[in-house]
């Protein structure tokens, strides 16, 4: 990691097209400004986590999805082999 003192007014350029510029101190908080590319995404860490998060849950969910259809499959197909399958039951 590397770390810089900074003045308000001060900025650091990241790639040649990223501008961070320390807009505020006040106490603890620092306020920071940022010009970037539209095509590139800034997030804060607390949201970026939760968005990774919501993506593995996703991801499980659509795995427990997929498993599930491929029990309901086998159990079909299961029942369709089945000896009795063919068999009249005589409720007509």
Known sequence: ???????????VVIDDNIEVTVVEVRGKTVKLGFTFPEDVQVLRRELYDRIQEENRSAAASADLVRQLGQVANAVADNMKNSPDADKDDGKD
């Open 1 to 11: 990691m590397l770390y810089l003192t900074r003045k308000v007014g001060d900025s």
